[in-house]
């Protein structure tokens, strides 16, 4: 069992920057990838980004590549999203997931664990 937690997420200004990270605990070694999603109010959850858990390997949906940068430090059982040029579309609800199988997916029945979430809301 793999649980996991993200913290980072509040309030900030159109243009401005966010790091959100994602913790994971339990039996880690069964981690391949961590993927970061998001839902807006009254939307679907989509896909955001993912990295492989051991480093190299990293997927982005379009329009958040250049902006959004995602990575693992698996000395801290952590996933980070750091999140720059944040738009007000991108206020949402953010999770991150873990997948066992040995693939990047931007698709939410793939993945295994969840974590609760963490709100980012941006501003103008």
């Known amino acids: 069992q793999v649980t996991l937690a993200e913290f980072g997420g509040g309030w900030v200004h159109v243009g401005g920057s966010l790091r959100l990270s994602c913790v994971a605990s339990g039996r880690t070694d069964g981690i391949w990838s961590v993927g970061w999603f998001r839902q807006a109010p009254g939307k679907e959850r989509d896909f955001v980004a993912a990295v492989k858990w051991s480093g190299g390997l990293t997927s982005y949906e379009p329009s958040v590549k250049g902006r959004f940068t995602t990575s693992a430090d698996n000395a801290k059982n952590t996933v980070y999203l750091e999140m720059n040029s944040l738009k007000p579309e991108d206020t949402a609800v953010y999770y991150c997931?873990?997948?066992?199988?040995?693939?990047?997916?931007?698709?939410?029945?793939?993945?295994?664990?969840w974590g609760q979430g963490t709100q980012v809301t941006v501003s103008s």
């Open positions: 997931a873990a997948l066992r199988d040995s693939r990047l997916s931007g698709r939410e029945g793939d993945y295994d664990y």
